[in-house]
């Protein structure tokens, strides 16, 4: 980079104007210095800036006459912006506006302290922010300062038995989370707390969990997938872990960000169902240029709205169907869900099972099982998915799937080209074809769930993940239509 700046005059002008022309000199010397040394880390915004201001400045000074033999110094320096502009991709999406004064001096960014808060508050750096606005790392530091933010200011005061109160809570009905997901549950609660903190408090409240999770790391390696945007790719799927007591887990994540479009849990596996939640889905964050699935005969509402819609069609080929095991992005949260809820469930009613105490044939059992574990099991797929979303992502330097979908968003990509994806990518044990969930007679549920209205709070507070309050409900059930038959 120095070899690009040769400033060859002879110093005859008068001294003010060779105290300028060394300033320069310094200047760009000092610049070639910090990107030698901090390479990809340097922000080429900023340097393209500074470079910039130099040619304006001698170019003013050369047209005035205040300075001469200044025409290889200029050549120069438009060789350096040239070369900066090759390597200068800015930012294709959001770009705040110039804000006019008819002052003196080049126009200001107009970036309010909303928009700085707001991706403060999701946890963007400073860097990170300079880049979605397309300026500069100065200017979000000195607009910052003018607001009075700091990183440093929005993190949590928040005393230490607190902080332990709230994740043994939250360890309690998650046993199996590490650092990630106790952090970005604490993240979609509103509190930003330093990672060293979370370790120290997750050693006092779970040392067993915390020394095993230690000993179960593995390195993963990754293979290719890229989607170019958020909303270019759903995948949706459904989940069988619990099949055997009748529940189905509906899922729908983003390809590129990997934020959670929608995580229910049902009592069937009926299209309905499936589409029932593609639509809460949709309405809230819109409709996704392409949706990608099995072949399971659930999806087939999903594809009809899809091919039918009017924005999307047949010809633009907005639904895509596979094999379950090439759905990459699903089947890799199925893991996730598995270890944080489905797996407590799983060996709760698996014991139930196998003492006796719950009957999967039995069509009351399952009437009451439904009634007491959906709504548990809802919950916590939805807390699951709160911290989901601000969790950091190895593969993403850092970055929560809600970072990746605020910054695709900014970015706003105008063309979607195809989803590359490796087609021999992670395999699970599930296969294709629809599932088929027996479902209870309509009229005996009706009247168990109208008899259990009143009586049984789902939702109470329980230590075992419902198992105490199924019990109770199977027994003043069982009691009840004993006594009536």
Same mark, same amino acid.
């Given at each position: 980079m120095t070899t690009f700046m040769s400033f060859q005059c002879s110093f005859d002008e008068e001294p003010l104007c060779r105290e300028l022309l060394e300033f320069i000199f310094r200047e760009s010397q000092q610049l070639c210095d910090q990107l030698e040394s901090q390479g990809s880390v340097m922000d080429l915004d900023f340097l393209y800036s500074r470079y910039e201001e130099f040619h304006r400045i001698l170019l003013i000074c050369a047209d005035r006459g205040l300075l001469q033999d200044v025409d290889n110094i200029i050549e120069n320096l438009q060789k350096v912006l040239q070369l900066l502009n090759a390597h200068y991709e800015p930012s294709l999406g959001f770009r705040p506006s110039l804000l006019m004064t008819g002052n003196r001096g080049r126009p200001s960014w107009e970036i309010s302290s909303e928009q700085l808060q707001y991706l403060l508050d999701f946890h963007f750096t400073v860097r990170e922010i300079a880049r979605l606005f397309g300026v500069s790392y100065r200017t979000i530091r000195r607009r910052m300062s003018e607001y009075g933010l700091s990183v440093r200011m929005s993190y949590s005061d928040l005393p230490d038995p607190d902080l332990r109160e709230i994740i043994s809570h939250f360890i309690g009905q998650f046993p199996n989370s590490g650092i990630k997901t106790v952090s970005g549950y604490l993240n979609s609660i509103g509190l930003r707390i330093q990672r060293s903190r979370i370790m120290e408090t997750l050693r006092l409240v779970d040392p067993v969990g915390t020394f095993f999770r230690g000993l179960s790391i593995n390195i993963i390696p990754r293979r290719v997938y890229s989607v170019p945007?958020?909303?270019?790719?759903?995948?949706?799927?459904?989940?069988? /872990?619990?099949?055997?007591?009748?529940?189905?887990?509906? +899922? %729908?994540?983003?390809?590129?960000?990997? /934020?959670?479009?929608?995580?229910? $849990? $049902?009592?069937?596996?009926?299209?309905?169902?499936?589409?029932?939640?593609?639509?809460?889905?949709?309405?809230?964050? %819109?409709?996704?240029?392409?949706?990608?699935?099995?072949?399971?005969?659930?999806?087939?509402?999903?594809?009809?709205?899809?091919?039918?819609?009017?924005?999307?069609?047949?010809?633009?080929?907005?639904?895509?169907?596979?094999?379950?095991?090439?759905?990459?992005?699903?089947?890799? !949260?199925?893991?996730?869900?598995?270890?944080?809820?489905?797996?407590?469930?799983?060996?709760?009613?698996?014991?139930?099972?196998?003492?006796?105490? *719950?009957?999967?044939?039995?069509?009351? &059992?399952?009437?009451?099982?439904?009634?007491?574990?959906?709504?548990?099991?809802?919950?916590?797929?939805?807390?699951? /998915?709160?911290?989901?979303?601000?969790?950091?992502?190895? @593969?993403?330097? +850092?970055?929560?799937?809600?970072? !990746?979908?605020?910054? +695709?968003?900014? #970015?706003?990509?105008?063309?979607?080209?195809?989803?590359?994806?490796?087609?021999? %990518?992670?395999?699970? @044990?599930?296969?294709? +074809? @629809?599932?088929?969930?027996?479902?209870?007679?309509?009229?005996? /549920?009706?009247?168990?769930?109208?008899?259990?209205? %009143? #009586?049984?709070?789902? !939702?109470?507070?329980?230590?075992?993940?419902?198992? &105490?309050?199924? *019990?109770?409900? *199977?027994?003043?059930?069982?009691?009840?239509?004993?006594?009536?038959?």
């Open positions: 945007a958020p909303m270019a790719l759903w995948h949706i799927d459904g989940n069988h /872990k619990l099949i055997r007591w009748r529940i189905v887990i509906h +899922g %729908g994540i983003d390809g590129y960000s990997r /934020k959670i479009m929608y995580l229910q $849990a $049902a009592d069937n596996n009926r299209a309905s169902t499936v589409f029932s939640a593609f639509l809460e889905a949709i309405q809230q964050f %819109g409709v996704p240029t392409r949706v990608r699935s099995d072949k399971g005969g659930e999806n087939v509402e999903v594809a009809r709205f899809m091919l039918e819609h009017p924005l999307r069609g047949p010809e633009r080929r907005p639904f895509i169907t596979g094999r379950s095991v090439h759905n990459q992005r699903i089947e890799r !949260l199925w893991r996730d869900v598995w270890r944080a809820v489905t797996v407590n469930y799983y060996h709760a009613l698996q014991h139930l099972v196998h003492t006796n105490a *719950l009957n999967p044939d039995n069509e009351l &059992d399952m009437i009451c099982l439904h009634y007491v574990m959906l709504p548990r099991i809802n919950r916590h797929l939805m807390l699951f /998915k709160q911290a989901w979303d601000r969790h950091s992502l190895s @593969t993403e330097q +850092g970055r929560s799937p809600q970072q !990746l979908w605020i910054e +695709g968003q900014l #970015r706003n990509s105008t063309t979607i080209s195809e989803p590359v994806i490796d087609w021999e %990518g992670p395999t699970p @044990t599930d296969t294709d +074809g @629809t599932v088929n969930v027996p479902e209870a007679p309509l009229l005996l /549920k009706d009247i168990v769930l109208q008899f259990l209205q %009143g #009586r049984i709070v789902p !939702l109470g507070d329980s230590t075992c993940f419902g198992v &105490d309050i199924l *019990l109770q409900t *199977l027994q003043i059930v069982r009691e009840h239509f004993d006594t009536s038959s």
